[in-house]
C-alpha cells in the first residue's frame, strides 16, 4: 500500500501531534496525544488517550474523565473538560481555550479499586517572551548588576576619602 484513501484523511492526518507521551503508569501503559500540533485560542483542539494493561495487552474499557487548570504555582482550581467512553480503544476529548496559557490536563480512571491520574501539560498560543525562569534569572542579573555598581562607587570614593586624608597627613 502506497498512501492513506483520501477519504480517511482529516485535520489531524498531516499534522503531527503538539505531544505524544508513552507512559507507564501502576497496571497500564498509556499513551497521550494533543492534536493540533500547535493549539491557538478559539480553535478547537483535543486529547487523545489509549490505556493497556501492560501483563496482558488488554485495553482499558471504563470512564476517563479529563480535567484541566492553569498552570500557575498557586493555582488548584480545576475544571472538568469531560468524561469520555472509549471509541475504538481510544478516549477522544475536545478543548477549546479562550486565552493564550499554559495548562495542566488530567487523565484520570479507576481500574481494578485503584485510581489512576496522568498529568501533561499543555501550551495553547505562543510561548511567554519571559517565563517565570527567565523572570528570576533577569531580576538576580539586574541584582547583581547593581550590587557590583554600588559597591564600585563606594570603593573609587574610599579610594578618593584615603588620598585627600594622604596628602593632608
Excluded: C, H
Aim: a negative charge; proline letters at 8%.
Amino acid at each position: 500500500m502506497l498512501g492513506r484513501p483520501s477519504y480517511s484523511l482529516n485535520e489531524d492526518s498531516t499534522t503531527p501531534p503538539s505531544m505524544q507521551v508513552e507512559t507507564q503508569i501502576g497496571d497500564y501503559y498509556v499513551t497521550y496525544m494533543v492534536f493540533p500540533a500547535f493549539p491557538s485560542p478559539n480553535q478547537p483542539g483535543r486529547v487523545n488517550l489509549y490505556a493497556s494493561r501492560i501483563d496482558d495487552g488488554r485495553p482499558f474499557d471504563g470512564e476517563v474523565a479529563f480535567k484541566v487548570r492553569d498552570d500557575s504555582l498557586f493555582n488548584d482550581d480545576e475544571e472538568l473538560l469531560g468524561v469520555q467512553l472509549p471509541d475504538d480503544n481510544v478516549f477522544r476529548q475536545g478543548f477549546e481555550f479562550r486565552e493564550a496559557g499554559n495548562f495542566i490536563v488530567r487523565a484520570e480512571f479507576e481500574a481494578g479499586g485503584e485510581p489512576y491520574q496522568i498529568d501533561f501539560p499543555l501550551q495553547i498560543g505562543e510561548p511567554a517572551r519571559w517565563g517565570p525562569l527567565g523572570l528570576t534569572v533577569a531580576a538576580i542579573m539586574v541584582l547583581l548588576i547593581t550590587v557590583n555598581f554600588v559597591q564600585r562607587n563606594r570603593l573609587i570614593s574610599d579610594k578618593i576619602r584615603s588620598g585627600r586624608q594622604d596628602r593632608a597627613g
